[in-house]
């Protein structure tokens, strides 16, 4: 009688590790949620101000932790694999963006925080890639 129990319960349990929270599921559109935008305030536009656009690409390697995107050192928001979203920022100014993953019971150890410093010296868009390679989530400006 306690190996039918002691393995329903397992299963459970294992269970309970594969489903994916519904905070973190993707929207149809790929943008990052609202409830995952810690300061939303930058996403506001406003003119005179720079676009920086973030997309996160779908990687095989570290691509199904959600990430957390800092802007000098105050996390931003969390950003899942093939997600993208905009804010909008003083120009003028550099800012250092970070990219650490979230951690989590089920989530593996990752090396340091990558980060990122974009000098807005003008109004306009700045693009950024959040990806990864074998040390783990990268950052990159594109042109």
Partial sequence: MKTPITACLLA???AACAIQPADEQPTPTRQVPEARVYIKSMMQQSSGTAEVQFSRTSTFLFGNSPLELAINDVV????????????WLQPGTSYT???KPVHT???PSYPQTQQITLDLKTAGVYKVRISANMKGPTLQQEN
């Fill in 76 to 87: 931003l928001a969390q950003i899942l694999s093939g997600e993208h979203f905009s804010i």
């Fill in 105 to 107: 019971l089920n989530s």
């Fill in 12 to 14: 459970l349990a294992l």
């Fill in 97 to 99: 963006f970070s990219i």
